[in-house]
């Protein structure tokens, strides 16, 4: 489990307003609602019969069809690692306390940064209340 460090929620530097520790705190109680999950679906990825290394190369091959078990392994597999990703970049960010000095090389920063600013300041349709969209 990561511990948020002492400057998690201390400004970065004079200009920068400090990070309320409740979100330290809820983004830490997120990190552990995403371990949970990857570690139950693995559980069920573990229940389900699995098709052997050479019927797997006669999938690949078209030679026999995909089981329903063997395509949801495969997209057991394909959630489990998007949440590792998931859960090991948060579990960085909290050791690290969120510093934004390295952002600039973060693959897609800006344009994240710009989709949630602007989904934050664009006003929903009139209709997307009624349920009519």
């Not at 999938?59 to 026999?64: E, H, L, S």
């Not at 994240?112 to 300041?121: F, K």
Request: hydrophobic share 45%; aromatic share 6%.
């Amino acid at each position: 489990m990561p511990k948020a460090k002492k400057i998690a929620a201390g400004p970065v530097d004079d200009l920068e307003p400090a990070l309320e520790p409740e979100w330290i705190d809820i983004l830490t109680c997120q990190w552990k609602v995403l371990e949970k999950a990857i570690e139950l679906l693995q559980e069920l990825q573990e229940l389900i019969p699995c098709p052997t290394p050479a019927e797997v190369a006669e999938m690949r091959t078209g030679a026999r069809p995909i089981s329903r078990h063997a395509y949801l392994i495969a997209q057991l597999q394909v959630y489990i690692c998007d949440l590792e990703d998931v859960a090991s970049d948060l579990k960085l960010e909290l050791e690290y306390a969120f510093d934004p000095h390295g952002a600039r090389t973060l693959p897609n920063f800006f344009n994240a940064l710009a989709r949630a600013v602007s989904e934050r300041i664009t006003p929903p349709h009139p209709l997307a209340a009624t349920g009519e969209l």
